[in-house]
DNA sequence: ACTATAGCGGAGGGTTGCCTCCGCTATCAA
DNA sequence: TTGATAGCGGAGGCAACCCTCCGCTATAGT
């Protein structure tokens, strides 16, 4: 359903701009928010972000008037790209479709901290991403439901806020988090 | 092991104050900083903290001259409990014990993000108190593990990583917290 | 090449929080 | 009661960050 045809909720209404040198730093302020986001959480300053992308703090502001937009746009390139990635899992086998697209929203380092730190956040916009991403992940987890690997007593929002726990967890290593969360997704197993 | 004779590492260099007054300022501070951590991470404001305690911001300083000394006095007072918690749990059968051990870690409002956001920092001190804590609790995994209750393949530092994830991650409600605790925690039993 | 203008960037004013310093006050031992 | 002093607290200097504003620069259409 919707405006570009197909793809639903993921409009952010910062636009990217027209001009050449524009666009370019548009994307490479994008790129050290979500690395400043991923790496001092929400909180980082703007200004180093500014700095960061090689722009001064007023294009900064032109792009992204307000913290909270700044932050939208790449959340929502996040939640894009996880929903790309759950269509990329549906070929797999019920509970390995879902296993991998959660190991996947583990794994993503880049705002970590912003996913989680919003999932309950009223704002109308996070709402609509949380959304999103609820569709494209809803259907791989129904689909175990229903071939008997997962529990049937288990809500998908109960796993997803479990998973976004471990996702902000800190972890020695990259291996212990996918341990982990093995771990924990036995425990929604069916037994 | 040593000085007070039994009670380990759990020793801060902070001193509570001998005139009455300044004890009073000294709890209330204290006190203040636990609520203030726990609603606002370990970036709240000092001045707040001070305001919240009735007291000025000299006070807070004389008692506690750095962030990290303040933030040590209250998250070792956490750290304390949860040992005292897990002495109180052993009388329980092995996978209960350990049940109810971490369900009570998970519980504990006060400066959870303080534990998780510390529990890999390399300040000696925390250190320190993340062993006071392995040392409370190792025993009631390993007690279950040898009854047969929990994976021999998980470790003691997974779990309770596994387990401060969660107590970080937001949840609707207490209910929700403790029911996905729960899934995560049938991960961890013995199949 | 020329020009209208989209876009740049950083100076600067405001706010908030950190921490020090020191004159004042409450406590308590004598 | 009184005096020595432990303890108080907030004024104030400093630093970081926020955000606006506006004179300058690069772009792109002609």
Known sequence: MASEQNRPVLQVDVRRPQRADARRNFDALLAAARDAF?????????????????????????????????????YFGEIEELCIAAEDAADLPP???????????VGYAATKRAIWESLNREADSFKAAREAMYA???????????????????SFDDLLRMVSGLTAAGF????????????????????
Request: glycine share 10%; net charge positive.
């Open 172 to 191: 020695v290593d990259q291996a212990q988090r996918d341990r982990v969360l093995t771990i924990a997704l036995d425990g929604v197993r069916a037994r």
């Open 95 to 105: 509970w390995e479709a879902l296993t991998t697209w959660l190991h996947r929203f």
């Open 136 to 154: 494209a992940g809803a259907p791989l987890f129904e689909r175990a439901q229903e071939a008997g690997e997962a529990r049937k007593d288990v």
């Open 38 to 74: 991923a790496s001092k959480g929400v909180g980082a300053s703007l200004e180093d972000i500014a700095r960061q992308a090689g722009v001064g703090i007023g294009t900064l502001y032109r792009n992204f008037p307000a913290r909270q937009d700044l932050l939208n746009a790449v």
